[in-house]
């Protein structure tokens, strides 16, 4: 496909959108605090426990999110359709922006999908196995790299992740996806035909995206997976950057409020920033030989390539940005594939014979040792940049201001070549 047709394909896909997003939000109930309102929804996620209560993210009918606030009874879980009859709490965060919350509603379990009962019971039984394997917070935050998975963890070492500008990696992302993808058809490749490894490969990524939860990041990385290995089925390469925008498209046609949600905002926008930015310090031969002399390796490019993207969505949602961030990412990066590996492997095989399993995994502790005593030293120095509110002008200025130097420099790296 040439140039002017995916030029027009992205003007048709753009307009279709404009039109979704104009009777989404033009149909949409705006609702009142103090509204008494009663909907369904299907947990995708567990809860969170936090004291002596549960808090869950749901959406009512409107697809307008909602955070729910509960007591510990009825313990509610992954997979379970609820019916709720509640008491809206609408309460500005800005002149922009609202949160609805629901406190303590009268909640009845309808049922739970079979589908997700089932991953719902391989979730608990592969939390036990690591809860069982490792003390916390290494449990917690391998679970966490692995599937996403959100276990509690001590306050001030989930603090110090936020601080040093490592707690992304608590969150299933692109990164696991392409590494659980990749390791599948790698592993059937040896036995199969290379269409068929990487059938199971697309296989194998939407049970992932499942036993993770189908947060907004996981599902985009999925789609994005899934057209990738696709492709790879069909002979056609290098359609990463197109899976992306295809992802990012279907995503808000189907569910447009997700265009307010701060994770779908990171993650569409790290990942463009790893398919865009990253590019141009790689194709430049001074800095790699830069960091091939370098103890950080080519792990900091990742995070200064994603960081740049988000920069804005970070600093405007959160209103600070962590001075440490790059070093830290660089000094701990490097031990992601293999915590990834040996607790997916792990967790695989204690789901057939658990104490092998447990086995397996014990041997990513030194790893998470390292990991945590990097994350604790820099989490305990701070160095946080705080900023104020970033208006939609700076924010948008900055976006151009970027794709310039993107489509600047990636015409001169082109030329070079």
Sequence with gaps: MNRLSLSILFVILLLLLSLRFFFFYHNQNQYKDGQDVRFTTTLTSDPQIIGSQQRISANLASGQRVSVITSLIPELHYGE?????G????????SKRSMITMYFPKIKVIKNESGLAVINLIRQRVISMFSKSLPNPSSSLLLGIVF?????????FKDNLRTSGVLHVIAASGMNVTL??????????????????????????????????????IIRASIMGILVFSSQILGRQNMARSGLLIAGFLMLFISPNLIADIGFQLSFSATAGLLYIRPLFEHNLRVKAVLERSFLGSDVLTTIAAQAATLPILLANFGSYS???????????????????????????GLIFMPLGQLLIYLSYPFLLYFEKIVNIFGQIGGNLSTQELSWPVIIGYYLMLSSCVLFFGRKGLRKR
């Design 323 to 349: 001075l440490w961030s790059i070093l830290v990412n660089g000094l701990v990066l490097w031990t992601i594939p293999s915590l990834m590996v040996i607790g997916g492997i792990g967790g695989l095989v």
């Design 87 to 94: 008491i809206l709490n609408v309460s500005l965060l800005d």
């Design 81 to 85: 359709t609820l019916a709720m009859d």
């Design 148 to 156: 996403g998975i959100k276990e509690p963890m001590p306050k001030d």
């Design 180 to 217: 659980i993808g990749g390791f599948i058809s790698s592993l059937f490749a040896f036995f199969l035909k290379r269409q068929l490894a990487l059938a199971f490969s697309i296989i194998g990524i939407i049970f992932y995206a499942i036993l993770a939860g189908l947060e907004p990041s």
